[in-house]
């Protein structure tokens, strides 16, 4: 059974910084895709940032978060990281971590998330 632990959430100023840890367990190796989401209340569950299968993985940024956010994974455990620095209100969100299965959203992995809070 696969499954995702994302750590790392808590509270912090505008302007911090914070890194989040998604553990997988259930897979082989590193050569997987995985993505980090969010959702603040009210809104929708949107895509954050994605990195590739290893090696050579491309990654992906939300507009939003370019520029702020990095994901990377660790060289030698099944773990990704989401280093987030330069941090804004509006980042208040749950974060979790994904594992595509290949077909749907609702099908795929999913972490129980972590919260994020930004506030002064």
């Known amino acids: 059974q696969v499954q995702l632990v994302e750590s790392g959430g808590g509270s912090v100023q505008p302007g911090g910084s914070l890194t989040l840890s998604c553990a997988a367990s259930?897979?082989?190796?590193?050569?997987?895709?995985l993505s980090w989401y969010r959702q603040a209340p009210g809104d929708s569950r949107v895509r954050v940032a994605t990195?590739?299968?290893?090696?050579?993985?491309?990654?992906y940024y939300a507009d939003s978060v370019k520029g702020r956010f990095t994901i990377s994974r660790d060289p030698a455990k099944t773990i990704v990281y989401l280093q987030m620095n330069n941090l804004h209100p509006a980042d208040t969100a749950v974060y979790y971590c994904?594992?595509?299965?290949?077909?749907?959203?609702?099908?795929?992995?999913w972490g129980q998330g972590t919260q994020v809070t930004v506030s002064s």
């Open positions: 994904n594992l595509p299965t290949g077909t749907t959203l609702a099908a795929d992995y």
């Open positions: 259930g897979v082989t190796n590193n050569n997987y895709l």
């Open positions: 990195i590739g299968p290893s090696p050579g993985g491309g990654t």
